[in-house]
């Protein structure tokens, strides 16, 4: 298990960005690399669903309704991973949740939430 700390969530306007910060403060390096990196959302009576994901090899993988306008990244010397999110719309409105992945084994934030309202 990996502890995951979320960050940067709030309120914003349509159109507008935000940028959420995941980082594993007790995890050393070469652990967190091998880790699948990614960022989940559930809406309100909604399920739960992968937004973008990022390999160790910084692979990267998107949900159609985030490409192109979501960025993942991550900095491996700093055990952290970004998601980049601009030109927001109210349906992306949603607890985000960091999510780290090692041969099946999951390890998840506490999450953070966003609300893209006007």
């Known amino acids: 298990q990996v502890l995951l700390v979320e960050s940067g969530g709030g309120l914003v306007q349509p159109g507008g960005s935000l940028r959420l910060t995941c980082r594993a403060p007790?995890?050393?390096?070469?652990?967190?690399?091998?880790?699948?990196m990614g960022w989940y959302r559930q809406a309100a009576g909604k399920q739960r669903e992968l937004v973008a994901s990022?390999?160790?090899?910084?692979?990267?993988k998107y949900a159609d309704s985030v490409n192109g306008r979501f960025t993942i990244s991550r900095d491996n010397s700093q055990k952290k991973v970004y998601l980049q999110m601009n030109s927001l719309r109210p349906e992306d409105t949603a607890i985000y949740y960091c999510?780290?992945?090692?041969?099946?084994?999951?390890?998840w934030g506490q999450g953070t939430q966003v609300t893209v309202s006007s």
């Open positions: 007790r995890t050393i390096t070469s652990v967190f690399n091998g880790h699948t």
């Open positions: 990022i390999t160790g090899g910084r692979i990267t």
């Open positions: 999510n780290a992945n090692q041969n099946g084994v999951d390890s």
